[in-house]
Every structure is written in C-alpha cells, then in structure tokens.
C-alpha cells in the first residue's frame, strides 16, 4: 500500500509539473494584454499535504521564473492569487521578488514589500531578506534610503539581528555618505553583536578612510586586521596601494607592497594599473614604463588600462610622441585601442603645436575602422581652433552632423572660442544661435566663452547684456564668467564696477571663491587707476580667504611701487614683508613660492627671512617626507 501511494503521489506530480511548464514559459509580451498568465483552474481543489497545499510549489515554480525574468506584473498577479486563496507563502519567494526589483531598479516597491511581509503575508522576514532589499536600494545609489531603512529596521525596532553581511553593506554606505566615523563605531560594535569582520569588512572601512584621505588609519587597520587572524586578500592591499598612490606617497606604496610579498600576495594587474597610475600622476613615466616591462617579465599581462594610463601620463608632461610610440606596441601585442586613447593623442600633439602629427593621427585612426565619436570629434575640433582654423573645424562639425553623431557643449564652445580668438565675433555669434536651437545654451562653459569672447573683443555692453539674460533666467555664472566680466570692466575702466562684481561673487560662498587670476585682474585696474591703498586692501583679503600670491600678483606690484616711489627697496621690502605674512599664516609654500620670486629679481632675502622659512622647511616631518622622496625617487628600477 505504501509502494502504492508513492506512485501514485509520483505521477501526481508528474503531471502538476508539466501543467507548470505549459503555464511558467507564456511571456507577456505574446499573449493578449487581457490575457492572465496564470489558469486559474491549476490551483482549485488542491489536497492538503501538512502546512502545505498541492499547487503551492506551482505558484512557487511561476514566481521563480517570473523573477528570472524580470516581469513584475506577473510577480504581482501571482501574489494576489496566492493571498486570494491563503496559500503559504515563504521567504524564498521575498528574496527572489526582492532580487527582481533590485534587477529592474525599483527598490521602492521592495521596501513596501518588505513593510508587508509579516503584517499581510504572515511571513517573518529574516536579516536574509532585509540584507536583499537593503542591497537593491545600495545598487541603485539611493544611500541615504538605505540608512534610514537602516536604522528603522536594525537599530530602532530590532526586527531582524545583523550578521556580517549586514554590516558590509551598512559600512559601505556610511562610507558613500562620506559617514566615515559613523562607519567606525559601527565597525566597532560588530563583536558585541557576535559579527566577526571578514576581508570584505576591512576592504571597505579601508577604501572609505583613504577616499577621506585618512591613510594612516587605513594602514593600522591593515595590521589589525592581520592581528585578528583575519588574512588580507590581494584586493585589500590594492585598496591601500591605491590610496597612496592618490595622495603621491609612492614610498609607502611601495612598502606596502613589500608587505603584500611578505605575506604571500602576488600582486596582481590592479596592483600594477595602480603603482603605473600613480607614477604617472607624479610625472615618473620613465619609471612607469620600467614597470610595464617588469610586470611582464613577472608574467602579468598589461591591459588596455596599462597602456592608456602610461600614454595619458606622456602626453601630459608634454611626450606625445612617446605616448604615440606607446601606442604602436599596444597594437602590436594585439590589443585594440580605445578611442579614448586616440583622443588623448590629437589632443596632445595640437597643444604642442603638432598639426600636422595630429591629423595624420586622425586619418590613421579611421583607416584602422575606428569610428569617430563625439570625444574624437571634440578634440579635432578643438585643436583645429587652437591653430586658428575655426573655418576647417566648422567643417568637421558639418561632417560630424551628417554621420549621426550629435554636438556637445564642449564642442560648441571651442567653435566660439576659435572664432572668437580670429577676432570673428559675428560667426562666433552663429555659433551660439546653433547652440541655443539645440538647447546647449544652459551650460556654463557656453555662457563663460561667450562672456569672454565678447569682452576681450571689446563687446562689453553686449557682454553685460548677456549677463544680465543669464541671470533672468537663474543660471549662476562660473568663476570663470566673473573673472572674464570682471576683465573686461577694468579693462573699460570700471574698475568700480569690476568691484561689485567681485563682491557679488564673494557672496555666492565657496563654490564662487575667486582664483588668483581673478585677484590678479583687480589688482592690475586698481594699480593703472593709482588706487595702490586699495590694491593694497584687497591684497590682505586675499590672504585672509586663503589664496596664495603668484608670479603675476608680484610683477604687478613690483611695477607699481617701482614706478611710484621709484626706489627698489621698496619692492624688496614688500616682498619680504609678503613672505612674513604667509609664514605667520602657516602657509610655508607660498613663502618659498616668494622666495623664488625674489630670486629672480636678483633681490637677496634677509638673513631673518631665510631663517625663518629654512626653519619650517627643516622641521623633522619635513626632512622625513624629504627622505620619503628620495626613496621614491629610486623606487622601480
């Protein structure tokens, strides 16, 4: 009787599972807009097997393909038909509803689930399901989300306990919101919480206190977690790696990865992107390349990444024609290059005067099939500005235009800008019109070249008018656009008015404070209209908001005093006097930035202001960071 009834049960389920399979495959997006992708008559008098009715595994059979799927429609429908007719419903079907929203990025409607679990579903959900939704908030950038769902969960009404899960997630969070002290008594909590911290754990407290730019704490926690018993991951290394090269302390870096060797971690292609990206960065590409051949003689295949990092690193410090050599090995060891890559290189070879480099650059480029995109086009555009062939670049845009690919602003402000620089005010004014008829004109960048262009073309009432119409629309001008206002005030004589403008600016907060150049234009009209007292006046503004004096800001008074009083030792005395005033600040690099200065104008320093600036150069912390340097300087043989 007993074999009897298994067999019996077997084709049972035999023939529900091939029911299932009829109904689970119907898609949405074949049958009929009225059409349910469930019959109903598949689940009527199902017989009652303990907790469970035959045909709740159906249901769960549908939400599982559903949410593969990702058709929420169907997941909702197969719900309310399962809450219709009181079937059980389990934490499984959450988590996998949960996953799907997460997929189609609607985490709202998982946390209204969630909210609904226990009270309409009679289902407890557990910190598995909690660790589901909070994840697909994470996911979709909604941080601030995630920590109130965080806290009203977890911390205030204790619905669920977390495990280690949990607080990777959390941690990650407090450390996006940039909570990073919050993320440490977090962190810290976890062992009162029976939660011992994996490598993921430190992993991420690491990344947030180097994005913080606390790499010293990163580095204890390092040996922490080494002292826990909690062995770090080549990934937790990087971590570190990749904070130091940021902040350009490529000797402890290097330490670091010594450690990593130590500890029996071969570093890996991230460690070598990264130690490259930060040799780059501190302009050691001669070292950067070193390593690109050590990392392959260690075996470890250099990627795009590696061959763009170093070709950007060359091209910045003015080596295009290395990084166009760099280029050619990248291709001969069979990888396909970017057109990133490629735009870096025009780019470079226009800024240092290299037209015709950059155009053979172009043309070998499309005879390789590498299609033009808006980046490419932008910087052919923009270099062929450079070299004042606006007429040539508008071209291009016409060509750019016909194959689809639509102008930015980027590339309408360069148009402008080279129109403006021929002195061509009139088509650079079209330009601006085609800008506005494809709604470019909110941007800022448009708004700062068209400012300046008017100005330094002697436009200023059309230039103010265009001022005022940015402000009626309530669009906030860039520094930029100030400063070229400012300019071209002064420039007219109103230094008055240039004032005023200033004074707006310094009003607007940070975001506005104004620059050196900026300072620069100010102190340049108040000098030419003899109000040195009030130069004077803003020079101490400057220095009380922070802003260091340069080259520029020296020959301008220099000159004035000069012309004045007549007398050198004046000049000598107000620079002295500048180096006092930005040692007594604590801004001993600017100091030194005026003492080259005076070294230039062949004006020898006092004996007490060499003193006092040798003084804080030599400090222990300053001769060990010069020490560091020198290291670094012999690092990567």
């Not at 607007?508 to 009209?525: K, W």
Request: hydrophobic fraction near 40%.
């Amino acid at each position: 009787m007993h074999l009897g009834a298994a067999i019996t049960t077997s084709i049972r389920k035999q023939q529900l599972v091939s029911k299932v399979r009829c109904f689970s495959v119907i898609s949405p997006k074949t049958s009929s807009e009225n059409e349910s992708p469930i019959h109903h008559d598949l689940f009527k008098s199902g017989q009652k097997l303990g907790s469970f009715k035959v045909g709740d595994s159906t249901f769960y059979s549908l939400i599982e393909n559903f949410a593969k799927t990702c058709d929420l429609s169907s997941l909702e429908e197969v719900f309310n038909q399962m809450k219709h007719e009181k079937r059980v419903f389990i934490e499984k079907n959450f988590i996998l509803v949960f996953k799907a929203y997460g997929k189609a990025r609607n985490s709202s409607k998982a946390l209204d689930l969630f909210d609904k679990m226990w009270v309409e579903y009679q289902c407890r959900p557990t910190v598995r399901s909690f660790n589901t939704v909070i994840n697909a908030v994470i996911q979709e950038g909604n941080f601030d989300k995630a920590l109130e769902f965080y806290v009203s969960v977890v911390v205030q009404s204790k619905q669920v306990s977390p495990n280690v899960l949990t607080y990777n997630l959390i941690l990650k969070v407090l450390c996006k919101l940039g909570l990073i002290d919050r993320a440490i008594d977090s962190f810290r909590e976890m062992p009162f919480k029976k939660c011992t911290p994996d490598v993921f754990t430190y992993c991420t407290l690491m990344d947030g206190l180097c994005k913080e730019d606390r790499i010293d704490e990163a580095v204890c926690l390092l040996d922490e977690m080494q002292v826990e018993g909690c062995f770090p991951s080549a990934v937790t290394f990087n971590v570190l790696i990749n904070g130091l090269c940021k902040k350009g302390d490529l000797a402890r870096a290097s330490k670091v990865v010594d450690n990593m060797l130590l500890k029996g971690c071969v570093p890996n292609e991230v460690t070598y992107n990264t130690l490259i990206h930060g040799l780059c960065l501190k302009g050691k590409l001669d070292k950067a390349v070193s390593l690109l051949d050590k990392m392959v003689c260690d075996k470890r295949v250099p990627n795009d990444v590696t061959y763009s990092t170093i070709i950007n690193g060359l091209v910045k410090l003015g080596r295009t024609g290395d990084g166009a050599s760099v280029l050619v090995s990248m291709e001969e060891r069979g990888y396909k290059v970017n057109p990133y890559v490629y735009s870096t290189l025009i780019s470079g070879f226009f800024k240092e005067k290299m037209p015709d480099e950059a155009l053979n650059m172009w043309k070998e480029m499309i005879s390789k099939g590498c299609k033009p995109n808006i980046i490419l086009y932008g910087a052919l555009i923009d270099g062929l500005c450079r070299e004042m062939k606006p007429d040539e670049a508008l071209d291009v845009l016409i060509e750019m235009e016909k194959t689809g690919c639509k102008p930015n602003a980027f590339v309408y402000s360069s148009l402008m800008k080279g129109y403006f620089d021929t002195s061509n005010v009139d088509k650079a004014l079209d330009v601006w019109e085609q800008a506005k008829a494809n709604d470019f004109v909110q941007n800022e960048v448009c708004y700062s070249v068209l400012i300046n262009g008017l100005c330094n073309n002697g436009k200023l009432t059309e230039a103010l008018t265009v001022w005022d119409n940015i402000l009626s629309k309530g669009y906030k001008p860039d520094v930029i656009a100030y400063s070229s206002l400012i300019h071209g005030l002064c420039n007219n004589g109103s230094v008055e008015e240039g004032l005023k403008l200033f004074n707006q600016m310094l009003c607007l907060g940070s975001g506005f404070e104004p620059d050196i150049v900026t300072y620069n234009i100010l102190f340049n009209g108040l000098c030419k209209n003899g109000c040195i007292s009030n130069a004077i006046d803003l020079l101490n503004c400057m220095l009380d908001r922070g802003c260091d004096p340069d080259l520029v800001t020296c020959n301008i008074f220099l000159k004035t005093l000069k012309e004045q009083v007549n007398c050198l030792e004046d000049g000598s005395e107000f620079l002295e006097e500048l180096v006092v005033r930005l040692y007594k600040r604590k801004r001993i690099a600017g100091a030194c930035k005026i003492i080259e200065v005076m070294l230039q104008k062949y004006v020898v320093p006092k004996t007490s202001t060499w003193e006092i600036v040798i003084r804080e150069v030599c400090k222990p912390k300053k001769i060990r960071a010069a020490i560091d340097r020198c290291w670094n300087n012999l690092y990567v043989q």
